[in-house]
């Protein structure tokens, strides 16, 4: 089983500020990566998928690097409504594996 | 629009049953896979359970396999998981998700989830 690793656990960003979460996968999983957003008492939503492709109406903001086992979601400019946990997850090798989240707060 | 409806969670006792339902609508459900996905109380995501789209395949995660069954019924546009023998390690909010079309394994629609609390 390929283990996702999220770091930091928890970030704080002041609004406007840009946010940049990790995600390290314990072999490679190409680019087979995607990234989910989580609101409190929210089922995950798609934000990126094939480690740099944003899902339909997901905003430009939004962008994903990476390839193999380092990848990187950056918020260019944090909006209130960013506010939340946000989750990796490999989909290149059964079974599929999420990391354990990073929760991004308001500083 | 695509919509998934979860619903069936409840609190139940250690050794019980349950069987959770995901109502789809929006989008022409025989073309697609799901999944069931959970959360324990202030944990993170773990993947359950897929069934292809013509529901001959089937793969479950280690934790749960032997009892959980995934069946979904194409008439109804709905997916189902029964759940045997809980323990309270089996406590946590259960997601549907519907695998994206570009990729096995990637889940683009999801439930709103459905409360399973096993305790005595």
């Known amino acids: 089983e390929i283990v996702m690793t999220q770091s930091p656990a928890t970030l704080s960003v002041s609004p406007g500020e840009r946010a940049t979460l990790s995600c390290r996968a314990s072999q490679s999983v190409s680019s087979d990566l995607a990234w989910y957003q989580q609101k409190p008492g929210q089922a995950p939503r798609l934000l990126i998928y094939g480690a740099s492709t944003r899902a339909t109406g997901i905003p430009a903001r939004f962008s994903g690097s990476g390839s193999g086992t380092e990848f990187t979601l950056t918020i260019s400019s944090l909006q209130s409504e960013d506010y939340a946990v946000y989750y990796c997850?490999?989909?290149?090798?059964?079974?599929?594996?999420f990391g354990q989240g990073t929760k991004v707060e308001i500083k | 629009q695509v919509q998934l409806v979860d619903s069936g969670g409840g609190v139940v006792q250690p050794g019980r049953s349950l069987r959770l339902s995901c109502a789809a609508s929006?989008?022409?459900?025989?073309?697609?896979?799901f999944h069931w996905v959970r959360q324990a109380p202030g944990k993170g995501l773990e993947w359950v359970v897929v069934?292809?789209?013509?529901?001959?395949?089937?793969f479950y995660a280690d934790s749960v396999k032997g009892r959980f069954t995934i069946s979904r019924d194409s008439s109804k546009n709905t997916l189902y998981l029964q759940m045997l023998s809980l323990t309270p390690e089996d406590t946590a909010v259960y997601y549907c998700?519907?695998?994206?079309?570009?990729?096995?394994?990637?889940?683009?629609?999801w439930g709103q989830g459905t409360q399973v609390t096993v305790a005595s």
């Open positions: 997850q490999q989909y290149n090798n059964w079974p599929w594996t």
């Open positions: 069934i292809s789209y013509d529901g001959k395949n089937k």
């Open positions: 929006g989008f022409t459900f025989s073309r697609y896979a």
């Open positions: 998700a519907r695998e994206a079309s570009v990729a096995g394994g990637l889940l683009d629609y």
